[in-house]
């Protein structure tokens, strides 16, 4: 199938504005989270804990997203969890304080993390034979352009009125991508099956010769959201603890996500080519060097051209991740299989901010948080290199997205 479908890229656009508001969620913490701590007088670890809680609920999210599509159309279940998302993301602006911030965010969770993996699965199923994992980082480019969003809203809105302002962008999903969702998004020809809950639709994933390769990706996972949830919430804070501005510091996280969307692409286009293994691992390595410099580098031309290579080798390498974890489960797992890598993935990003933030109460604000990533990214290339799953059959017969049709295998 050609990637000039429109079907196929009405699919990429829905999915990845969607995926956009996780990023979202995530780049507004950080952008408010000084505005936060002095406003409710909370300390470092305190602010790691309050970054950490919404990933408890992706997590929860994510696991589910196998057993939800199985009893409902995943088109279904994406409007939902948008829905769902949107109201508690907004609610977080009437937050009285840090406990009910904390609680909603976590709702709020719910829905981003089962959003992800249902819509990697609608594009790996929409996307071409050799185009996949391409197609599959436009897609997820929303994470990252999400990001920028957030960012550029903090900038805008914080000044001239507040914090709150930030969250309150979260409810715009309910006027435009929910109607996209129900009604331009391409529906599926299958019909779902109960399969169980979330434990049952785990067990195609330890089926033999899966078994090493869920545990790698897994460990990948939680390597690369590590990073992307670590730094994504602190570094405008260290960037600011290190002498430089509150617009100087949020350019920073701006170019650490403008960097994942065009390093993703490149990545997505050269893993089509050479395949996914090696350029995860090298990109992982690259995100090492980049975010390692900033423990010892002080210019900042040459922090800001940093910024943009760790975002690549953070937020990048995890969209990639993703793609490749989509593409290698049958079909019939796939929802599943990303779903737990996700979820496994969200362990890391619970313990990314909470870790960040001991480190940084301990004193380590100029050094500790970026040797920590760097540490986390060279184990996540050391593992990358090891992981080799089992070749599948190419695709016959049609897609189950309508209008978008899938060439037998020669």
């Given at each position: 199938?050609?990637?000039?479908?429109?079907?196929?890229?009405?699919?990429?656009?829905?999915?990845?504005?969607?995926?956009?508001?996780?990023?979202?969620?995530?780049?507004?913490?950080?952008?408010?989270?000084?505005?936060?701590?002095?406003?409710?007088?909370?300390?470092?670890?305190?602010?790691?804990?309050?970054?950490?809680?919404?990933?408890?609920?992706?997590?929860?999210?994510?696991?589910?997203?196998?057993?939800?599509?199985?009893?409902?159309?995943?088109?279904?279940?994406?409007?939902?969890?948008?829905?769902?998302?949107?109201?508690?993301?907004?609610?977080?602006?009437?937050?009285?304080?840090?406990?009910?911030?904390?609680?909603?965010?976590?709702?709020?969770?719910?829905?981003?993390?089962?959003?992800?993996?249902?819509?990697?699965?609608?594009?790996?199923?929409?996307?071409?034979?050799?185009?996949?994992?391409?197609?599959?980082?436009?897609?997820?480019?929303?994470?990252?352009?999400?990001?920028?969003?957030?960012?550029?809203?903090?900038?805008?809105?914080?000044?001239?009125?507040?914090?709150?302002?930030?969250?309150?962008?979260?409810?715009?999903?309910?006027?435009?991508?929910?109607?996209?969702?129900?009604?331009?998004?391409?529906?599926?020809?299958?019909?779902?099956?109960?399969?169980?809950?979330?434990?049952?639709?785990?067990?195609?994933?330890?089926?033999?010769?899966?078994?090493?390769?869920?545990?790698?990706?897994?460990?990948?996972?939680?390597?690369?959201?590590?990073?992307?949830?670590?730094?994504?919430?602190?570094?405008?804070?260290?960037?600011?603890?290190?002498?430089?501005?509150?617009?100087?510091?949020?350019?920073?996280?701006?170019?650490?996500?403008?960097?994942?969307?065009?390093?993703?692409?490149?990545?997505?286009?050269?893993?089509?080519?050479?395949?996914?293994?090696?350029?995860?691992?090298?990109?992982?390595?690259?995100?090492?060097?980049?975010?390692?410099?900033?423990?010892?580098?002080?210019?900042?031309?040459?922090?800001?051209?940093?910024?943009?290579?760790?975002?690549?080798?953070?937020?990048?390498?995890?969209?990639?991740?993703?793609?490749?974890?989509?593409?290698?489960?049958?079909?019939?797992?796939r929802v599943a299989g990303v779903g737990w890598a996700l979820g496994a993935g969200r362990l890391g990003g619970i313990l990314g901010p909470t870790l960040t933030g001991m480190v940084i109460a301990l004193g380590f604000t100029q050094t500790g948080p970026f040797l920590l990533f760097c540490v986390v990214a060279v184990v996540g290339a050391v593992l990358a290199s090891g992981l080799r799953p089992p070749k599948q059959p190419a695709a016959v017969g049609s897609s189950p997205v309508v209008g978008i049709p899938v060439p037998a295998a020669h």
């Open positions: 199938m050609s990637t000039d479908n429109p079907a196929l890229w009405r699919t990429v656009l829905i999915c990845g504005a969607a995926v956009a508001f996780d990023g979202y969620d995530l780049v507004a913490y950080g952008t408010t989270l000084s505005e936060l701590r002095a406003e409710w007088g909370i300390s470092a670890t305190q602010a790691g804990l309050l970054g950490s809680a919404p990933l408890i609920g992706m997590l929860l999210g994510s696991i589910s997203a196998g057993a939800l599509t199985s009893r409902w159309s995943r088109n279904t279940v994406l409007a939902a969890c948008v829905t769902w998302f949107s109201i508690f993301m907004a609610a977080c602006a009437l937050a009285p304080g840090p406990g009910w911030f904390l609680a909603l965010r976590f709702l709020s969770g719910l829905g981003l993390g089962a959003t992800l993996p249902i819509a990697a699965a609608i594009t790996q199923q929409a996307a071409p034979a050799g185009r996949r994992n391409l197609v599959y980082v436009i897609m997820q480019s929303g994470f990252p352009l999400g990001g920028v969003a957030a960012a550029l809203a903090g900038m805008v809105l914080i000044p001239n009125f507040s914090w709150h302002a930030v969250y309150l962008m979260g409810a715009l999903p309910l006027i435009t991508i929910l109607p996209a969702i129900l009604f331009w998004l391409p529906r599926e020809k299958s019909t779902p099956t109960e399969l169980g809950g979330a434990m049952q639709a785990l067990a195609p994933l330890f089926a033999p010769g899966w078994r090493v390769v869920t545990l790698l990706f897994w460990a990948l996972a939680f390597c690369a959201m590590l990073f992307v949830y670590g730094a994504n919430t602190w570094l405008p804070a260290l960037m600011r603890e290190n002498g430089h501005g509150v617009t100087s510091s949020l350019v920073f996280l701006l170019t650490f996500n403008l960097g994942a969307i065009v390093g993703g692409v490149l990545a997505g286009w050269l893993a089509d080519r050479f395949g996914s293994r090696p350029v995860v691992a090298a990109s992982f390595l690259l995100g090492a060097v980049a975010v390692g410099a900033f423990a010892f580098l002080r210019g900042e031309s040459t922090l800001l051209l940093c910024a943009a290579l760790a975002g690549y080798g953070a937020v990048g390498t995890q969209t990639l991740i993703n793609s490749w974890a989509t593409a290698a489960y049958p079909e019939a797992a």
